[in-house]
Protein backbone atom coordinates (compact mmCIF):
# COMPACT_ATOMS: atom_id res chain seq x y z
CA UNK A 1 0.00 0.00 0.00
CA UNK A 2 2.36 2.51 0.64
CA UNK A 3 4.25 2.17 -2.48
CA UNK A 4 1.63 4.22 -4.32
CA UNK A 5 2.71 7.15 -5.73
CA UNK A 6 2.81 10.56 -3.25
CA UNK A 7 -0.18 12.42 -5.70
CA UNK A 8 -2.60 9.24 -5.36
CA UNK A 9 -1.79 8.60 -2.08
CA UNK A 10 -2.99 12.47 -1.24
CA UNK A 11 -6.22 11.97 -3.30
CA UNK A 12 -7.16 8.97 -1.84
CA UNK A 13 -6.89 10.35 1.56
CA UNK A 14 -9.10 13.99 0.33
CA UNK A 15 -11.57 11.55 -1.16
CA UNK A 16 -12.01 9.56 2.10
CA UNK A 17 -12.58 13.11 4.11
CA UNK A 18 -15.44 14.03 1.02
CA UNK A 19 -16.80 10.82 1.13
CA UNK A 20 -17.59 10.67 5.28
CA UNK A 21 -17.89 14.47 5.08
CA UNK A 22 -20.76 14.09 2.63
CA UNK A 23 -22.31 10.97 4.57
CA UNK A 24 -22.91 12.80 7.42
CA UNK A 25 -23.86 16.24 5.95
CA UNK A 26 -26.25 15.38 2.80
CA UNK A 27 -29.33 14.74 5.03
CA UNK A 28 -28.95 18.28 6.84
CA UNK A 29 -27.85 19.95 4.00
CA UNK A 30 -31.55 18.79 1.94
CA UNK A 31 -32.75 19.71 5.28
CA UNK A 32 -31.30 23.36 5.66
CA UNK A 33 -31.80 23.90 1.94
CA UNK A 34 -35.76 23.40 2.60
CA UNK A 35 -35.92 25.71 5.32
CA UNK A 36 -33.44 27.75 4.26
CA UNK A 37 -35.22 28.43 1.50
CA UNK A 38 -38.51 29.16 2.69
CA UNK A 39 -37.07 31.60 5.15
CA UNK A 40 -35.73 33.52 2.19
CA UNK A 41 -38.88 35.05 1.60
CA UNK A 42 -39.53 36.08 4.86
CA UNK A 43 -40.94 39.48 4.25
CA UNK A 44 -43.00 38.92 1.19
CA UNK A 45 -44.91 35.74 3.50
CA UNK A 46 -45.22 37.60 6.78
CA UNK A 47 -47.12 40.36 4.58
CA UNK A 48 -49.10 38.16 3.14
CA UNK A 49 -49.99 36.70 6.70
CA UNK A 50 -50.91 39.87 7.80
CA UNK A 51 -53.01 41.22 4.70
CA UNK A 52 -55.80 40.70 6.72
CA UNK A 53 -54.61 43.30 8.71
CA UNK A 54 -53.39 45.65 5.99
CA UNK A 55 -56.26 47.54 5.09
CA UNK A 56 -58.55 47.72 8.39
CA UNK A 57 -59.58 51.54 8.36
CA UNK A 58 -58.85 55.00 6.95
CA UNK A 59 -55.77 57.35 7.71
CA UNK A 60 -58.41 59.31 9.94
CA UNK A 61 -58.92 59.83 12.51
CA UNK A 62 -56.54 57.36 14.91
CA UNK A 63 -56.33 56.43 18.46
CA UNK A 64 -52.80 57.98 20.29
CA UNK A 65 -49.95 55.52 20.58
CA UNK A 66 -50.64 55.31 24.32
CA UNK A 67 -54.28 54.57 24.55
CA UNK A 68 -53.13 51.66 21.29
CA UNK A 69 -50.42 50.44 23.92
CA UNK A 70 -53.14 50.27 26.92
CA UNK A 71 -55.65 48.34 24.70
CA UNK A 72 -53.03 46.02 23.71
CA UNK A 73 -51.69 45.35 27.55
CA UNK A 74 -55.15 45.19 28.56
CA UNK A 75 -56.03 42.40 26.14
CA UNK A 76 -53.09 39.82 27.91
CA UNK A 77 -54.06 40.62 31.80
CA UNK A 78 -51.05 40.91 33.77
CA UNK A 79 -48.85 42.14 30.72
CA UNK A 80 -46.71 44.78 30.34
CA UNK A 81 -45.56 46.45 27.06
CA UNK A 82 -42.63 45.19 25.61
CA UNK A 83 -42.04 46.97 22.05
CA UNK A 84 -44.66 49.54 19.68
CA UNK A 85 -44.10 48.84 16.48
CA UNK A 86 -44.89 51.66 14.07
CA UNK A 87 -47.02 50.95 11.20
CA UNK A 88 -46.07 50.87 7.38
CA UNK A 89 -49.18 52.85 6.47
CA UNK A 90 -52.19 54.75 8.32
CA UNK A 91 -54.76 51.92 7.35
CA UNK A 92 -52.76 49.30 8.88
CA UNK A 93 -53.47 47.66 12.14
CA UNK A 94 -50.91 48.48 14.89
CA UNK A 95 -48.88 45.57 16.14
CA UNK A 96 -48.15 45.58 20.21
CA UNK A 97 -45.91 43.07 21.03
CA UNK A 98 -46.23 42.77 25.50
CA UNK A 99 -44.97 40.15 27.56
CA UNK A 100 -46.32 38.27 30.88
CA UNK A 101 -44.38 35.89 32.33
CA UNK A 102 -41.24 35.11 30.03
CA UNK A 103 -44.05 35.17 26.94
CA UNK A 104 -44.58 37.61 24.36
CA UNK A 105 -47.43 38.36 22.54
CA UNK A 106 -48.02 40.09 19.41
CA UNK A 107 -51.62 41.57 19.59
CA UNK A 108 -52.86 43.42 16.59
CA UNK A 109 -55.07 46.49 17.36
CA UNK A 110 -57.60 48.41 15.12
CA UNK A 111 -56.20 52.20 15.25
CA UNK A 112 -59.57 53.57 15.14
CA UNK A 113 -61.66 51.71 18.02
CA UNK A 114 -58.70 49.99 19.80
CA UNK A 115 -60.80 46.75 19.02
CA UNK A 116 -58.35 43.54 19.01
CA UNK A 117 -57.85 41.86 15.75
CA UNK A 118 -55.27 39.08 16.62
CA UNK A 119 -53.37 37.90 19.39
CA UNK A 120 -50.93 35.60 19.60
CA UNK A 121 -47.55 33.99 20.57
CA UNK A 122 -44.29 35.25 18.87
CA UNK A 123 -42.65 31.69 19.36
CA UNK A 124 -46.04 30.53 17.27
CA UNK A 125 -45.13 32.69 13.98
CA UNK A 126 -44.42 30.94 10.95
CA UNK A 127 -41.42 32.30 10.08
CA UNK A 128 -40.05 32.14 13.46
CA UNK A 129 -41.45 28.48 13.40
CA UNK A 130 -39.24 28.16 10.32
CA UNK A 131 -36.42 29.92 12.05
CA UNK A 132 -36.11 27.55 14.69
CA UNK A 133 -36.75 24.42 11.71
CA UNK A 134 -33.53 25.83 10.27
CA UNK A 135 -31.32 26.69 12.70
CA UNK A 136 -32.07 24.10 15.69
CA UNK A 137 -34.20 21.42 14.98
CA UNK A 138 -36.91 22.66 17.48
CA UNK A 139 -34.72 21.19 19.95
CA UNK A 140 -32.91 24.43 21.32
CA UNK A 141 -28.90 24.33 22.22
CA UNK A 142 -28.49 20.70 21.02
CA UNK A 143 -30.14 21.16 17.57
CA UNK A 144 -27.91 24.13 17.00
CA UNK A 145 -24.97 22.05 17.90
CA UNK A 146 -25.68 19.26 15.47
CA UNK A 147 -26.79 21.77 12.35
CA UNK A 148 -23.47 23.51 13.68
CA UNK A 149 -21.65 20.47 13.52
CA UNK A 150 -23.02 19.55 10.04
CA UNK A 151 -22.43 23.06 8.70
CA UNK A 152 -18.50 22.79 9.76
CA UNK A 153 -18.25 19.35 8.04
CA UNK A 154 -19.65 20.89 5.15
CA UNK A 155 -17.35 23.53 4.66
CA UNK A 156 -14.84 20.48 4.53
CA UNK A 157 -17.02 18.46 2.08
CA UNK A 158 -17.00 21.50 -0.76
CA UNK A 159 -12.80 22.10 0.03
CA UNK A 160 -12.46 18.80 -0.73
CA UNK A 161 -14.77 18.33 -3.30
CA UNK A 162 -12.74 21.27 -4.85
CA UNK A 163 -9.89 19.28 -4.52
CA UNK A 164 -11.03 16.46 -6.26
CA UNK A 165 -12.48 18.43 -8.73
CA UNK A 166 -9.11 20.25 -9.80
CA UNK A 167 -7.93 19.46 -13.58
CA UNK A 168 -5.12 17.11 -13.29
CA UNK A 169 -4.22 16.42 -17.43
CA UNK A 170 -7.37 17.72 -18.88
CA UNK A 171 -7.27 19.40 -22.03
CA UNK A 172 -11.24 20.23 -22.36
CA UNK A 173 -13.48 21.97 -20.37
CA UNK A 174 -16.14 19.66 -20.98
CA UNK A 175 -16.40 17.75 -17.09
CA UNK A 176 -15.04 20.56 -15.78
CA UNK A 177 -16.76 23.86 -16.25
CA UNK A 178 -20.03 22.44 -18.03
CA UNK A 179 -21.53 18.78 -17.87
CA UNK A 180 -21.51 16.26 -20.33
CA UNK A 181 -24.90 15.30 -20.60
CA UNK A 182 -25.04 13.11 -23.60
CA UNK A 183 -22.84 10.67 -22.28
CA UNK A 184 -25.09 8.97 -20.03
CA UNK A 185 -24.54 6.64 -17.10
CA UNK A 186 -21.68 6.95 -14.78
CA UNK A 187 -20.57 10.31 -16.41
CA UNK A 188 -23.72 12.31 -16.40
CA UNK A 189 -24.02 11.70 -12.81
CA UNK A 190 -20.14 12.28 -12.39
CA UNK A 191 -20.04 15.42 -14.37
CA UNK A 192 -24.04 17.00 -12.90
CA UNK A 193 -22.26 16.30 -9.43
CA UNK A 194 -18.68 17.98 -9.66
CA UNK A 195 -19.88 20.88 -12.48
CA UNK A 196 -22.49 21.66 -9.78
CA UNK A 197 -19.91 21.46 -6.88
CA UNK A 198 -17.65 23.80 -8.87
CA UNK A 199 -20.10 26.91 -9.30
CA UNK A 200 -22.21 26.87 -6.40
CA UNK A 201 -18.97 26.29 -4.19
CA UNK A 202 -18.71 29.93 -3.43
CA UNK A 203 -21.99 30.87 -2.44
CA UNK A 204 -22.45 28.07 -0.19
CA UNK A 205 -19.35 28.45 1.82
CA UNK A 206 -20.32 31.89 1.86
CA UNK A 207 -23.47 30.70 2.93
CA UNK A 208 -22.10 28.40 5.84
CA UNK A 209 -19.75 30.86 7.30
CA UNK A 210 -22.01 33.05 7.65
CA UNK A 211 -24.67 31.01 9.20
CA UNK A 212 -22.01 30.41 12.50
CA UNK A 213 -22.85 33.37 14.36
CA UNK A 214 -26.15 31.97 14.81
CA UNK A 215 -24.83 29.12 16.30
CA UNK A 216 -24.94 28.32 19.52
CA UNK A 217 -21.33 27.27 19.91
CA UNK A 218 -19.33 28.89 17.27
CA UNK A 219 -21.43 32.16 18.29
CA UNK A 220 -20.37 31.79 21.42
CA UNK A 221 -16.72 31.74 20.27
CA UNK A 222 -17.45 34.75 18.13
CA UNK A 223 -18.88 36.78 21.07
CA UNK A 224 -15.71 36.20 23.42
CA UNK A 225 -13.88 37.73 20.51
CA UNK A 226 -16.43 40.21 19.87
CA UNK A 227 -15.33 41.02 23.56
CA UNK A 228 -11.56 40.95 23.98
CA UNK A 229 -10.66 44.58 24.04
CA UNK A 230 -14.05 46.46 23.56
CA UNK A 231 -14.92 48.41 26.77
CA UNK A 232 -18.78 48.90 27.92
CA UNK A 233 -20.53 45.68 26.67
CA UNK A 234 -22.59 46.47 23.95
CA UNK A 235 -25.26 43.81 22.86
CA UNK A 236 -24.93 42.33 19.51
CA UNK A 237 -27.66 42.60 16.72
CA UNK A 238 -27.96 38.94 15.74
CA UNK A 239 -29.50 36.07 17.91
CA UNK A 240 -27.07 33.46 18.98
CA UNK A 241 -29.36 30.08 20.08
CA UNK A 242 -32.15 31.22 18.73
CA UNK A 243 -33.32 33.97 20.89
CA UNK A 244 -33.15 37.77 19.70
CA UNK A 245 -30.92 39.63 21.96
CA UNK A 246 -33.22 42.32 22.01
CA UNK A 247 -36.09 39.96 23.29
CA UNK A 248 -33.98 38.65 25.62
CA UNK A 249 -32.87 41.62 27.21
CA UNK A 250 -36.86 42.77 27.53
CA UNK A 251 -37.47 39.20 28.90
CA UNK A 252 -34.84 39.51 30.98
CA UNK A 253 -35.80 42.97 32.40
CA UNK A 254 -40.16 42.01 32.50
CA UNK A 255 -39.95 38.85 33.31
CA UNK A 256 -41.87 39.43 36.86
CA UNK A 257 -40.76 38.23 40.23
CA UNK A 258 -41.12 34.42 40.32
CA UNK A 259 -43.38 34.40 37.35
CA UNK A 260 -45.80 36.06 38.61
CA UNK A 261 -47.25 39.06 36.92
CA UNK A 262 -47.10 42.88 38.51
CA UNK A 263 -49.10 45.53 38.47
CA UNK A 264 -48.29 48.68 36.22
CA UNK A 265 -49.00 51.94 36.18
CA UNK A 266 -50.93 52.44 32.86
CA UNK A 267 -49.26 56.02 32.66
CA UNK A 268 -46.02 54.97 32.05
CA UNK A 269 -47.40 54.72 28.67
CA UNK A 270 -48.13 58.51 28.06
CA UNK A 271 -44.61 59.22 26.92
CA UNK A 272 -45.29 57.20 24.08
CA UNK A 273 -47.62 59.55 22.14
CA UNK A 274 -44.76 61.84 21.76
CA UNK A 275 -42.28 59.61 21.11
CA UNK A 276 -44.10 58.09 18.28
CA UNK A 277 -44.24 61.32 16.95
CA UNK A 278 -40.34 61.98 17.11
CA UNK A 279 -39.37 58.77 16.03
CA UNK A 280 -41.51 58.70 12.95
CA UNK A 281 -40.29 61.98 11.68
CA UNK A 282 -36.81 60.16 11.58
CA UNK A 283 -38.23 58.37 8.71
CA UNK A 284 -36.23 54.72 10.21
CA UNK A 285 -35.86 51.50 7.89
CA UNK A 286 -39.28 49.41 8.72
CA UNK A 287 -40.05 47.77 10.77
CA UNK A 288 -39.05 50.56 13.57
CA UNK A 289 -39.71 49.11 17.10
CA UNK A 290 -40.18 51.35 20.25
CA UNK A 291 -39.68 50.10 23.63
CA UNK A 292 -40.21 51.54 26.97
CA UNK A 293 -37.72 51.65 29.63
CA UNK A 294 -36.78 48.30 31.57
CA UNK A 295 -36.25 49.90 34.51
CA UNK A 296 -36.81 52.96 36.74
CA UNK A 297 -34.42 55.93 35.31
CA UNK A 298 -33.69 54.16 32.06
CA UNK A 299 -34.27 55.88 28.13
CA UNK A 300 -37.16 54.34 25.95
CA UNK A 301 -35.31 52.95 23.12
CA UNK A 302 -36.14 52.81 19.24
CA UNK A 303 -34.33 50.82 16.64
CA UNK A 304 -35.34 50.08 13.10
CA UNK A 305 -35.34 46.44 12.68
CA UNK A 306 -34.95 45.64 8.81
CA UNK A 307 -34.27 43.12 7.27
CA UNK A 308 -31.17 44.19 5.85
CA UNK A 309 -29.54 44.39 8.38
CA UNK A 310 -27.23 47.78 6.92
CA UNK A 311 -30.51 50.17 6.91
CA UNK A 312 -30.32 50.13 10.65
CA UNK A 313 -30.58 52.17 13.31
CA UNK A 314 -31.23 52.26 17.04
CA UNK A 315 -31.89 55.40 19.25
CA UNK A 316 -32.32 56.51 23.05
CA UNK A 317 -34.94 58.71 23.81
CA UNK A 318 -35.87 60.46 27.02
CA UNK A 319 -39.57 60.61 28.10
CA UNK A 320 -40.51 63.95 26.40
CA UNK A 321 -39.27 62.74 22.62
CA UNK A 322 -35.58 64.31 22.56
CA UNK A 323 -33.50 61.95 21.01
CA UNK A 324 -30.08 61.04 23.68
CA UNK A 325 -28.04 59.06 21.45
CA UNK A 326 -28.47 57.62 17.84
CA UNK A 327 -26.25 54.97 16.29
CA UNK A 328 -26.05 53.84 12.68
CA UNK A 329 -24.90 51.03 11.11
CA UNK A 330 -22.15 52.81 9.83
CA UNK A 331 -20.93 53.85 13.42
CA UNK A 332 -20.66 50.20 14.80
CA UNK A 333 -17.64 48.17 15.28
CA UNK A 334 -16.24 46.66 12.15
CA UNK A 335 -16.64 42.98 13.37
CA UNK A 336 -20.58 43.67 13.86
CA UNK A 337 -20.62 45.58 10.66
CA UNK A 338 -19.21 42.10 8.82
CA UNK A 339 -21.48 39.67 10.38
CA UNK A 340 -24.20 42.82 9.79
CA UNK A 341 -23.42 42.24 6.15
CA UNK A 342 -23.21 38.51 6.10
CA UNK A 343 -26.80 38.14 8.16
CA UNK A 344 -28.61 40.20 5.49
CA UNK A 345 -26.78 38.15 2.66
CA UNK A 346 -27.63 35.09 4.23
CA UNK A 347 -31.40 35.85 4.65
CA UNK A 348 -31.51 37.41 1.25
CA UNK A 349 -32.40 40.82 2.37
CA UNK A 350 -29.03 42.52 1.08
CA UNK A 351 -29.90 43.26 -2.21
CA UNK A 352 -33.44 42.98 -2.45
CA UNK A 353 -35.03 40.03 -4.97
CA UNK A 354 -31.78 38.94 -6.66
CA UNK A 355 -30.58 37.98 -3.61
CA UNK A 356 -33.30 35.97 -2.44
CA UNK A 357 -33.04 34.32 -5.71
CA UNK A 358 -29.64 33.59 -5.97
CA UNK A 359 -29.74 32.16 -2.20
CA UNK A 360 -32.48 30.08 -4.05
CA UNK A 361 -30.65 29.07 -6.68
CA UNK A 362 -27.90 27.89 -4.33
CA UNK A 363 -29.94 25.86 -2.11
CA UNK A 364 -31.48 24.30 -5.40
CA UNK A 365 -27.83 23.62 -6.31
CA UNK A 366 -26.77 21.98 -3.67
CA UNK A 367 -30.21 19.75 -3.25
CA UNK A 368 -28.67 18.51 -6.71
CA UNK A 369 -25.12 17.92 -5.62
CA UNK A 370 -26.39 16.14 -2.74
CA UNK A 371 -28.82 14.32 -5.09
CA UNK A 372 -26.37 13.48 -7.42
CA UNK A 373 -23.92 12.25 -4.62
CA UNK A 374 -26.36 9.76 -3.62
CA UNK A 375 -26.83 8.51 -7.26
CA UNK A 376 -23.33 8.14 -7.56
CA UNK A 377 -23.01 6.09 -4.51
CA UNK A 378 -25.67 3.91 -5.03
CA UNK A 379 -24.50 2.81 -8.64
CA UNK A 380 -20.88 1.76 -7.81
CA UNK A 381 -21.33 0.82 -4.03
CA UNK A 382 -20.29 -2.83 -3.35
CA UNK A 383 -22.49 -5.18 -2.28
CA UNK A 384 -22.30 -5.87 0.98
CA UNK A 385 -20.20 -2.79 2.38
CA UNK A 386 -20.46 1.07 2.65
CA UNK A 387 -18.04 1.29 -0.26
CA UNK A 388 -16.14 3.97 1.23
CA UNK A 389 -12.95 4.87 -0.96
CA UNK A 390 -10.43 1.98 0.31
CA UNK A 391 -7.40 3.18 2.53
CA UNK A 392 -3.81 2.86 0.53
CA UNK A 393 -1.71 4.66 3.09
CA UNK A 394 -0.89 7.74 4.70
CA UNK A 395 -0.19 10.78 2.39
CA UNK A 396 3.36 11.99 2.34
CA UNK A 397 4.22 15.20 4.51
CA UNK A 398 1.94 14.11 6.80
CA UNK A 399 2.94 16.93 9.60
CA UNK A 400 1.51 19.40 7.08
CA UNK A 401 -2.26 17.22 6.43
CA UNK A 402 -2.09 17.12 10.83
CA UNK A 403 -1.25 21.17 10.87
CA UNK A 404 -4.13 21.69 8.01
CA UNK A 405 -6.67 19.83 10.26
CA UNK A 406 -5.72 21.47 13.49
CA UNK A 407 -6.33 24.89 11.97
CA UNK A 408 -9.30 23.74 10.92
CA UNK A 409 -9.99 22.27 14.16
CA UNK A 410 -9.14 25.90 15.66
CA UNK A 411 -11.51 28.26 13.91
CA UNK A 412 -14.17 25.45 13.66
CA UNK A 413 -14.51 23.97 17.39
CA UNK A 414 -17.28 21.82 16.53
CA UNK A 415 -15.18 20.37 13.99
CA UNK A 416 -12.50 19.84 16.14
CA UNK A 417 -14.40 18.39 18.83
CA UNK A 418 -16.48 15.98 16.86
CA UNK A 419 -13.66 14.92 14.53
CA UNK A 420 -11.65 14.03 18.26
CA UNK A 421 -14.98 11.81 19.20
CA UNK A 422 -15.11 9.79 15.09
CA UNK A 423 -11.40 9.16 16.01
CA UNK A 424 -11.69 7.56 19.34
CA UNK A 425 -14.84 5.88 18.39
CA UNK A 426 -12.97 4.42 15.70
CA UNK A 427 -9.72 3.46 17.35
CA UNK A 428 -11.49 1.90 20.98
CA UNK A 429 -14.26 0.84 19.17
CA UNK A 430 -14.91 0.15 15.29
CA UNK A 431 -11.63 -1.42 14.89
CA UNK A 432 -12.05 -3.88 17.56
CA UNK A 433 -15.20 -5.35 15.61
CA UNK A 434 -13.42 -6.32 12.14
CA UNK A 435 -17.21 -7.03 10.77
CA UNK A 436 -18.42 -2.78 11.20
CA UNK A 437 -14.30 -1.90 10.39
CA UNK A 438 -14.84 -3.94 7.04
CA UNK A 439 -18.27 -2.19 6.19
CA UNK A 440 -17.18 1.33 6.88
CA UNK A 441 -14.05 0.79 4.75
CA UNK A 442 -11.84 1.48 7.89
CA UNK A 443 -9.43 -0.92 6.60
CA UNK A 444 -8.64 -2.48 2.95
CA UNK A 445 -10.60 -5.13 1.73
Known sequence: MSAKPAASRWYNTV????????????????????????????????????????HVAPAQPRASAARIADAAVNAVPG????????????????????????????????PHTLAILKAGSEEDRLMRFVFR???????????????????????????TGLYLWWPRGATRLAGLLFPRLGRGGRIFWRDIHAVTGLWVSFFALFLLVSGLPWAAGWGSYLKAARSLGAGAPVIQDWATGGTDPGTRAMLGEHAEHGGMPMAHPRESYMALDGIVTAVTSLRLAAPVLIAPPTHQGAPWTAKSDAANRPLRS????????????????????????IVGYGVAAHEGQLFGLANQLLGLATALSLVLLSVSSAVMWWRRRPDGILGAPVP?????????????????????????????????????????????????GLAAV
Do not use: N
Open 15 to 54: WRWHFYAGLFCIPLILWLSATGSLYLFRPQLEALIDRPYA
Open 392 to 440: VGRPCHGWAFAALVGMFALLLPMLGLSLLAILATERLLLRRIPAASRWL
Open 314 to 337: SLTLDGQGRVLSREDFRQRRLIDR
Open 79 to 110: SVLHRYQLPDTPEQAVQVIVGRGGVETRVYVH
Open 133 to 159: LHGELMIGDPGSWIVETAACWAIVMIL
